[in-house]
């Protein structure tokens, strides 16, 4: 997730965890380089807001030794999480938006919205269990789950169901849904091409090609047979 068209002042602050969480669940501590990276935005920026959280309580960060959540931050982090990922299911289940088109949407409003608004939203939605995008949506910090297995690491001949698949890229994700490539959909990759060549896989009844940075967006889970 980039930050966004929505994320400014107050909301830059829930961004900011969003990804700190993340990047925490892959590598601990987090390097504000890798911050910024993520995030899209100068080094500067970073490490301004960065000491406006710890005044806050809600990171560890001591310049040049990365950053970590505090048990506050932790919190607000996965609140922030799942107020996202709602309203996600919001735009796309209700307001008929395309799912490459959701998460910049719900960046624009979603730290706008009362705790009451929300929870009628997600009652509204039936209690919905993941995002458009397949991930889930958490009520603590262990339910925000973290898919390391790419496509692109499956060999010739295995099988795999997508689990969820990278969000912060608009283009990206409407070029999966044209190859039919969404969470749920089985996928058996057939042949690959060495140095970050494509992968040819059968998608349905469908074979595509499927480039090196798009395979390394889509998290799969491996079948057996």
Request: aromatic share 8%.
């Amino acid at each position: 997730m980039k930050t966004g068209r929505g994320a400014q002042g107050k909301d830059a602050f829930s961004e900011y965890l969003k990804h700190i969480f993340r990047l925490e669940n892959v590598s601990s501590p987090v390097s504000t380089s890798a911050l910024a990276e993520a995030m899209n935005v100068a080094p500067s920026t970073v490490t301004d807001t960065l000491k406006r959280l710890a005044e806050k309580g809600l990171i560890n960060y001591v310049p040049y030794h990365g950053i970590t959540l505090t048990p506050e931050g932790q919190k607000a982090s996965v609140k922030a999480i799942r107020r996202h990922r709602i309203v996600e299911r919001f735009l796309t289940d209700m307001l008929g938006f395309e799912w490459h088109e959701a998460h910049e949407e719900a960046l624009l409003f979603e730290n706008n919205i009362s705790e009451e608004v929300e929870r009628r939203l997600f009652v509204a939605l039936n209690r919905p269990k993941v995002c458009p995008h397949g991930y889930p949506i958490p009520s603590k910090p262990e339910d925000v789950r973290v898919e390391d297995t790419t496509l692109y690491s499956l060999e010739p001949g295995e099988k795999a169901e997508v689990i969820s698949v990278k969000d912060d890229e608009p283009e990206l994700l409407q070029f999966m849904a044209s190859l039919g490539i969404k969470p749920g959909v089985k996928i058996k990759v057939e042949a690959k091409d060495p140095f970050k060549g494509p992968l040819q896989a059968q998608v349905g009844r469908s074979r595509r090609t499927v480039g090196w940075h798009l395979a390394n967006s889509i998290y799969v889970r491996k079948l057996g047979g």
